[in-house]
């Protein structure tokens, strides 16, 4: 009768980890395989997202996206998100569309794939050698603008999640890895091949170039999980076709090596592509208070001169810098790979390259909404920054 009452559990350690970072994980390359890419839909306060990010030949940067976002009990919003921006003209096409009967799967194919009335996304195999799998994207979003595209994965550019196996990807959140308080998953393909064409205004504008895709999970709230996040993706045609992405995200307090109280860790996670094959996959874990050593593995970002942005009232950089270092992938080529870009993005008053701030509230669901701003206290923003080299490797070194 007392079994009620009282547990012969163990105490927590109130000093044990309550972050278990996918960049721990010593296995850097696991290779996609197709459930990887699958839409889960998950219930409870889950958002799960598929990007594609593209470059074309004159800098326009192209950015599809669905986002599936489950709160609690309410029905899941499902939103299609289209930007397109050109840096010469400064011309941004942008659409946010919440559709209508999305499903995954869609009859005859798997969950990798999904439709709505305003869209389809389709993955299927490629009778091109060189380019094996692909997504057709095909999106009316509004009467003055259409989308038909495919995206496809070079050969030599495997997928890649850190780590092998179904849990690759995962960063675990809580002090029990079996039943954790929240996730975070990001798969990739760090190097895409786009053809097609974007019907704005009853004008064609050819999408033929490179860029990136990921499938991300964060399973739990957003404003539980980081209180800053770094996003870098370089693409280039030059030397046989380079990419150079990365993700990071730095944690709140309330989670880190020693449990509530030790957090702002860095958890970071990227790749590079030399001469159209993946040349090295990277991932590094920064805890607060610890001296950085050197490095076999180095994934980070660093903000430079930060100064006050009177518009967010958060500490802008004038500059960020992207470091990469991880073994060779390249058959043939022994040793590290390594890499580094610097970004002058400019002041608030006289920004480079800055395409906007998003209000990132202005922009989710609004139950969402109101419960991130009511908890957190704060207005998210995300700072998109575009730079173009006219094709030439300028900032980024490799060694």
């Known amino acids: 009768m007392f079994s009620s009452f009282f547990t012969t559990a163990p105490p927590t350690d109130p000093k044990a980890p309550n972050l278990f970072p996918v960049s721990e994980n010593p296995d850097l390359l696991g290779e996609l395989e197709a459930k990887d890419l699958e839409w889960t839909c998950a219930g409870g306060f889950v958002t799960e997202t598929q990007i594609f990010y593209q470059f074309l030949p004159d800098g326009t940067m192209l950015m599809c996206q669905v986002i599936h976002s489950s709160i609690g009990v309410w ?51 490629s009778s091109d050698g060189s380019h094996p799998e692909m997504y057709t994207i095909r999106a009316n979003l509004s009467n003055d603008l259409q989308i038909s595209l495919d995206v496809s994965r070079p050969s030599a550019v495997p997928g890649f999640k850190i780590g092998k196996g179904p849990k690759g990807g995962y960063s675990y959140f809580g002090s029990d890895q079996q039943k954790p308080d929240g996730y975070v998953i990001h798969r990739f393909w760090p190097r895409t091949k786009v053809s097609g064409h974007i019907i704005h205004n009853g004008r064609a504008i050819a999408a033929e170039g490179h860029g990136m895709l990921v499938h ?21 045609d030059a030397h046989g076709g380079v990419s150079a992405i990365q993700m990071e995200f730095t944690t709140l307090d309330t989670h880190g090596r020693y449990g509530p109280g030790s957090g702002g860790a860095k958890v970071n996670v990227g790749s590079l592509v030399l001469g159209g094959k993946l040349a090295a996959v990277t991932a590094e874990t920064r805890w607060p208070g610890d001296e950085q050593p050197e490095k076999t593995v180095v994934s980070r970002a660093h903000h430079i001169s930060p100064v006050h942005d009177p518009d967010t009232g958060y500490m802008q950089p004038t500059a960020v810098e992207f470091n990469w270092a991880g073994p060779s992938l390249l058959q043939g080529v022994e040793g590290s790979v390594e890499a580094s870009m610097r970004i002058d993005v400019g002041s608030p008053s006289s920004p480079k390259g800055l395409i906007e701030k998003v209000d990132v509230l202005a922009e989710i669901p609004y139950v969402l909404k109101t419960m991130v701003n009511y908890v957190a206290g704060t207005k998210p923003y995300i700072y998109q920054v575009i730079r173009c080299y006219n094709q030439f490797i300028r900032d980024l070194t490799v060694i």
């Open 75 to 125: 029905y899941p919003t499902i939103q299609f998100t289209c930007k397109v921006y050109n840096p010469a003209t400064k011309e941004t096409i942008w659409r946010s569309v919440n559709v209508t009967n999305f499903v995954t799967a869609p009859p005859g194919l798997d969950s990798r794939s999904s439709k709505a009335d305003q869209f389809s996304i389709t993955h299927k195999s």
């Open 216 to 236: 991300a999970i964060q399973g739990m709230r957003p404003n539980l999980i980081a209180s800053r996040w770094n996003f870098a993706n370089f693409q280039s």
